[in-house]
C-alpha cells in the first residue's frame, strides 16, 4: 500500500475541506432535543445540497461514486474541521450499505435519496430488555397477515429513536424456530399505528434513545429487507458495517488526538504538566494514528475485492477503547476544572465514550468472537 496521497487525493482533499470551511454551521448542535435534532435535519440537507452527504455512494443515490480511500480522506477532514456530527449516521452508515447489499431495486429508489438529503432520520431497533448483544434472543414478534406482519413486543435503547422518521428493527417471524432461525429484517415507519414510543433520558435529562412499544402494530410486507425467515445473514451483514469501517472512521480519534496534542501544548506552559500524562497523550496520539493505517489498509484490501469477516470485531475493541482513553487523558490534564461542565467538550466526550465498549456489541462478547472466530481458539 502506498502511503502517500496522489495528486488527485490531494485535489480531493482540499475541495473538501474548501467546502466544510465556508459551510460551517458556526455553532454546536444538539442531537437529543427536538430543536436541535431539526437544526441536525437542516445540516444534513446542507451537506446534501452541497454534494457532501454521501460522497462514496453512486452518483444517482446523491453521492459522488468516491472510492473508499476518498471517502477516508473526507471523513478525516469533516472531523478535523469542527462541524457538526451525522444525525443521519444510522442511516448512511449501518443501514445504506444493507439496502445496497440485500434491498430491492424499488427498496433502493424508494430509500436511499430519503436518507441522504436528511428527509427520512433513521433509528436502530434490534436490543430488547432480555436480548442486547445476544441478538439472537430477540423476542418481538412479527406474524404475516396478508400483505402485513403485526407486531408485538419491544425494543430498547434506540439510538436516536425519540425523533427518527423510520426504524429499522430485527423481529422473530417464526416463534418456533430455534435462535438465529426466523428472524426478518423489517424496515418499520415510526409514525406506524400501534408504535409507541417512549425516550430514555440520561442523567443530563436529554433524550438520547427511546424504548419502542410495539401493540399489533401494522407494517408492510414490502418493508422486509432481505428474505422473510433470513434476517440473520442481513443483520450480521449490517453488524459488520457498525463494527467496521463504516460506523467510526479513523477521522474521529484522529481530530480528538490533535485536540488532545493541542490542549497539553496549552497546559504546558505551565509547567505543571506530570511527564506520564505527556506519555499518555504522545502514546493516544499514535494509536490515533495507527488505527488510521489499519483503516487505509483494509480499505485497499476490500477495494481489491477482500470481505470484512470477524475481523470487524478487532478494529470495534481497538477503537472503542481508543476513544476512552482519549478522553480520560485530557480530563487528567485539565485536573480540577475536569469537573466543570459548561462548555465541557471533553467531558461530554467522556460520557459517550463510555458507552463505547457497549454499543454495536459489548467488547466481552466482541473479544469472543476474536477468541472464536478469528484466533480459533475452542469455546469453553
Not at 456530527?85 to 443501514?95: I, K, M, T, W, Y
Not at 436511499?112 to 436528511?118: C, D, F, H, I, V
Not at 466481552?364 to 475452542?378: D, F, K, M, S, Y
Request: proline share 4%.
Amino acid at each position: 500500500m502506498d502511503l502517500e496521497l496522489s495528486q488527485r487525493h490531494v485535489e480531493f482533499r482540499d475541495e473538501v475541506r474548501t467546502w466544510l470551511m465556508e459551510n460551517h454551521p458556526g455553532r454546536i448542535l444538539s442531537m437529543d432535543t427536538a430543536d436541535g435534532f431539526e437544526e441536525h435535519r437542516n445540516w444534513e440537507t446542507v451537506l446534501f445540497d452541497g454534494g457532501w452527504s454521501v460522497p462514496a455512494w453512486p452518483a444517482a443515490y446523491g453521492g459522488r461514486d468516491c472510492d473508499l480511500i476518498e471517502w477516508l480522506i473526507y471523513e478525516e477532514e469533516y472531523w478535523l474541521s469542527g462541524v457538526p456530527g451525522r444525525v443521519s449516521a444510522n442511516g448512511v452508515s449501518l443501514l445504506a450499505p444493507t439496502i445496497f447489499n440485500f434491498g430491492s431495486q424499488a427498496q433502493q429508489d424508494h430509500f436511499l435519496p430519503k436518507m441522504a438529503s436528511g428527509e427520512h432520520i433513521w433509528a436502530q431497533g434490534w436490543s430488547e430488555p432480555e436480548a442486547g448483544s445476544d441478538l439472537a434472543g430477540i423476542a418481538t414478534k412479527a406474524i404475516r397477515d396478508g400483505d402485513d406482519f403485526v407486531l408485538n413486543g419491544q425494543k430498547t435503547w434506540c439510538s436516536r429513536g425519540a425523533y427518527a422518521d423510520w426504524i429499522f428493527c430485527i423481529v422473530r417471524t417464526d416463534p418456533g424456530a430455534e435462535r438465529h432461525r426466523g428472524l426478518t429484517y423489517l424496515l418499520v415507519p415510526a409514525d406506524s399505528p400501534g408504535l409507541e414510543r417512549r425516550p430514555i433520558s440520561r442523567l443530563d435529562g436529554e433524550p438520547s434513545f427511546a424504548e419502542l412499544f410495539f401493540d399489533d402494530c401494522r407494517v408492510s410486507a414490502e418493508y422486509v429487507l432481505g428474505e422473510e425467515g433470513q434476517g440473520w445473514g442481513v443483520a450480521m451483514a449490517a453488524a459488520g458495517s457498525e463494527r467496521g469501517l463504516s460506523l467510526r472512521s479513523p477521522g474521529r480519534f484522529m481530530a480528538a488526538a490533535e485536540r488532545l496534542a493541542e490542549l497539553a501544548r496549552s497546559i504546558q506552559g505551565d509547567g505543571s504538566t506530570d511527564p506520564r500524562l505527556r506519555d499518555e497523550v504522545v502514546d493516544a496520539w499514535i494509536r490515533a494514528q495507527a488505527y488510521r493505517w489499519q483503516t487505509y489498509q483494509l480499505a485497499a484490501g476490500l477495494m481489491e475485492g477482500a470481505e470484512i469477516g470477524s475481523e470487524a470485531s478487532l478494529g470495534k475493541v481497538f477503537w472503542s477503547e481508543l476513544d476512552v482513553e482519549l478522553h480520560a487523558t485530557a480530563l487528567r490534564l485539565l485536573g480540577d476544572q475536569a469537573e466543570l461542565v459548561d462548555g465541557n467538550d471533553w467531558l461530554d466526550g467522556y460520557l459517550f465514550a463510555l458507552s463505547g465498549p457497549i454499543y454495536a456489541g459489548t467488547n466481552e462478547i466482541q473479544r469472543n468472537i476474536i477468541a472464536e472466530r478469528v484466533l480459533g481458539l475452542p469455546r469453553r
